[in-house]
């Protein structure tokens, strides 16, 4: 039986202000440990025991992966904690940080609204619900997925944030207890700058079709920051 203290996970959803997030986390801790796809991390998937044991002894776990895979692949009573994004404002984010870094869109770009017409990346379809639903990230999710996270984040097993709101969010969590917000430089700012304001209103209807779900569940999170008591 694991005996320590588990330590606080941060679920980095894509496009969230996360990259920022990992710099605050690695100037307050002494000891942050990460899940990532890309190099020089590991996806949890792809670590061994001691591998899994560095991140159990961090004073903080932070990655781009999900409920489900912190649980199933590191331990199963883990607390999280995130910050979520208005779905369509990270939509067009990660519009503009692919057609700025992906070599799939490097010489020819695509429209907005044919980027999200794409039926290829799941991560156009409520991605913040997928992360935090407790379902492997990549499967569908649906109403039921929608209530289990709701009910994460109301029986605090999922403490939200919200990106709109990052000052208030970096003074209420726990997490961030005495940062300032003003000793970090922002990062990973993507230089394609499609905003809301320039899109159309078709496509900002496709971007809101393809994040429902995830328009519900920010909703109820932002809702659920408004009201909760400082700490």
Do not use: W
Request: aromatic letters at 10%; glycine letters at 4%.
């Amino acid at each position: 039986m694991y005996t320590r203290r588990l330590p606080p996970v941060f679920i980095h959803l894509p496009k969230t202000a996360g990259t920022f997030i990992r710099s605050v986390l690695h100037g307050k801790y002494q000891n942050v440990q990460a899940a990532y796809p890309t190099p020089p991390f590991k996806r949890l998937g792809d670590m061994n025991a001691a591998d899994k044991e560095r991140l159990l002894r961090a004073d903080v776990v932070i990655g781009h992966e999900s409920v489900h895979s912190f649980r199933t692949e590191l331990h199963p009573d883990l607390q999280f904690c995130t910050i979520l994004r208005n779905p369509v404002d990270r939509l067009i984010s990660y519009y503009n940080h692919l057609m700025t870094h992906s070599a799939l869109y490097k010489v020819a770009k695509v429209t907005p609204l044919r980027f999200i017409e794409s039926r290829a990346d799941y991560e156009l379809d409520n991605l913040q619900l997928r992360y935090l639903s407790g379902r492997p990230v990549t499967e569908s999710v649906d109403e039921e997925d929608l209530d289990r996270a709701i009910r994460m984040v109301a029986d605090g097993r999922i403490v939200p944030g919200i990106q709109e709101l990052m000052e208030a969010t970096v003074a209420r969590l726990p997490l961030f207890d005495g940062v300032r917000l003003v000793d970090y430089p922002r990062q990973n700012e993507s230089v394609f700058g499609f905003t809301r304001d320039s899109l159309t209103e078709l496509e900002i209807d496709a971007f809101r079709q393809r994040s429902s779900l995830d328009m519900r569940l920010y909703s109820y999170c932002l809702d659920h920051f408004r009201g909760r008591k400082s700490t």
